[in-house]
C-alpha cells in the first residue's frame, strides 16, 4: 500500500527567506509524485509533478522538487517566499496501476510572515 | 476553459436529509474524481470514474453515500440520510487520459455541514 507523509503541520516563515516543506512516501512499486497547493475557499492547484527522468523538478510560482529514491523523499523548496505563498500545500503520490487514483499526504500549511 | 463547476458551495442541512452535490467537469477530461476533506482525515479519495464507468468506489464511507456519472458532462454524490460526520468540504476534480501522468483539475469545492 502506498502512503504519504507530510512532515510538518505548519511552517512559518519570514517574507523573502527560503522554505522547505518535507514529504516522504512509502510505496513497493515505482510511484509518481505531485505537490499541490490550496488557497483559501479553493480547490488544489498542481505546483509540479515528478514522472521520470531528471530528479529536480520545476514548478509554477518558482518552486521545485527534488525525488530522491534512496530517502523516498520529494521535498519542496522554494529560495525567497512571498506573502502570496501563504496556503496548504499538499504531496501525493500514484503508481500506474492506480490510474491515476491519487494519495493525498495531510498538509503542510505555509504561513509567510511579513 | 471555465474549469470544474461545483453547485452548490455551501449547503447546509439538517441530519436525516437527501443531500445532493453536483459537478461538471473539464470537457475533454475522461476521470472524475470525488475527495473529501476534513480537518481530521485530510483529503479522501471517495470514488473515481473513467469514461463514465466507476472503477474504484472502495472509499466511499458507506451505503448512504451513492455516487453518478451519467454522462461525460455531470456527476453527482448523494447522501440520503445525512448525518452530522458528513460534514466536510467535498472536492470533484476531473483528467485528461487515464489519469496518472495527467493533473487533477480541482472545483472550489462544496461545503456540507450538516446539523
Known amino acids: 500500500a502506498q502512503s504519504v507523509t507530510q512532515l510538518d503541520s505548519q511552517v512559518p516563515v519570514f517574507e523573502e527567506a527560503p522554505v522547505e516543506l518535507r514529504c516522504n512516501y512509502s510505496s513497493s512499486v515505482s510511484v509518481y509524485l505531485f505537490w499541490y497547493v490550496q488557497y483559501p475557499n479553493q480547490g488544489l492547484q498542481l505546483l509540479l509533478k515528478y514522472l521520470s527522468g531528471s530528479t529536480l523538478v520545476k514548478g509554477i510560482n518558482g518552486f521545485e522538487a527534488e525525488f530522491n529514491k534512496s530517502q523516498t523523499s520529494f521535498h519542496l523548496r522554494k529560495p525567497s517566499v512571498h506573502i502570496s505563498d501563504t496556503a496548504e500545500y499538499f504531496c501525493a503520490v500514484t503508481h500506474s496501476s492506480n490510474t491515476g487514483k491519487l494519495i493525498f499526504g495531510q498538509g503542510t500549511t505555509l504561513q509567510v510572515k511579513p | 476553459d471555465a474549469g470544474v463547476i461545483q453547485s452548490p458551495r455551501h449547503e447546509v442541512t439538517e441530519m436525516g436529509q437527501e443531500v445532493t452535490l453536483r459537478c461538471k467537469p473539464i470537457?475533454?477530461?475522461?476521470?472524475l474524481f470525488w475527495y473529501r476533506q476534513t480537518m481530521m482525515r485530510g483529503l479522501e479519495l471517495l470514488i473515481y470514474f473513467n469514461n463514465n464507468v466507476p472503477i474504484d468506489d472502495s472509499g466511499m464511507p458507506e451505503d448512504r453515500f451513492s455516487a453518478k456519472m451519467p454522462n461525460a458532462s455531470f456527476s453527482t454524490l448523494k447522501i440520503q440520510p445525512s448525518e452530522p460526520r458528513d460534514s466536510a468540504v467535498y472536492f470533484c476534480a476531473s483528467s485528461r487520459g487515464t489519469g496518472f501522468g495527467s493533473p487533477l483539475h480541482f472545483g472550489n469545492g462544496t461545503r456540507l455541514t450538516v446539523t
Open positions: 470537457s475533454g477530461h475522461n476521470s
